[in-house]
């Protein structure tokens, strides 16, 4: 099994701050790596695809990047709306995802 | 747009069997996509449980693979979830999903969720 890890596991920040949360493999992923977005009681949502493909609809502040183990999810000029938990997920096996990372806006 | 409901159970009794159903409207289940899974403990992560194609192929879990069994019901539009033997720790919010079959395998459409709580 692939392992994903993420860090931060929480962090807080003001609008229009930068941020950015990584996530690690346990071995080589090559870029299949996605990254959703959950708010609270709702589904996950497919932010970023293949490490850096912006899903359809997805605001271009949201940027991704990385290949083999290592990743970066980016956020820039955060708005009030981006306060939810990120998780990463590999789809290069056995789809496994990240542990989470809650993002606070203050 | 595709969209996905889950229906079933909200509790049931330990040792007992766990049972939902997903249904799929605005796309066909037997398009190029395999259909899945997914379980949340409350205020924990995601975890994947299974996936189906439209011809009946799985793959599963390998953590929960000898309690789990997805099947498709192709004239319905629908695919569905059995988790046998359950514990409290199989208490979840359960999440079935598209993934979407391009290049890179990623989750596009989700339900709205079905929390299922194990006690007796």
């Known amino acids: 099994d692939i392992q994903m890890t993420q860090s931060p596991s929480s962090l807080s920040a003001s609008v229009g701050d930068r941020v950015t949360i990584t996530c690690r493999a346990s071995?080589?992923?090559?870029?299949?790596l996605n990254w959703y977005q959950q708010k609270p009681g709702e589904a996950p949502k497919v932010l970023i695809y293949g490490a850096s493909t912006l899903q359809s609809g997805v605001p271009s502040r949201f940027s991704g990047s990385g290949s083999g183990t290592d990743f970066t999810l980016a956020i820039s000029s955060l708005q009030f709306e981006d306060s939810a938990t990120y998780f990463c997920q590999q789809s290069y096996s056995t789809p496994s995802f990240g542990q989470g990372t809650r993002l606070e806006i203050k | 747009q595709v969209q996905l409901q889950e229906s079933g159970p909200g509790l049931v009794q330990p040792s007992g069997t766990l049972s939902l159903t997903c249904a799929v409207s605005g796309g066909s289940i037997s398009n190029s996509n395999w259909w899945s899974w997914v379980r949340q403990p409350p205020g924990k992560g995601l975890e994947w449980i299974g996936e189906?194609?439209?011809?009946?192929?799985?793959n599963y879990n390998p953590s929960l693979k000898s309690r789990v069994t997805i099947s498709v019901d192709k004239s319905k539009n629908q695919f569905s979830l059995k988790l046998t033997s359950v514990t409290a720790a199989d208490t979840a919010v359960y999440y079935c999903?598209?993934?979407?079959?391009?290049?890179?395998?990623?989750?596009?459409?989700w339900g709205q969720g079905n929390l299922v709580t194990v006690f007796s």
């Open positions: 189906i194609y439209h011809s009946g192929s799985t």
């Open positions: 071995q080589t992923i090559s870029s299949y």
């Open positions: 999903a598209r993934r979407y079959y391009d290049f890179w395998r990623y989750f596009d459409y």
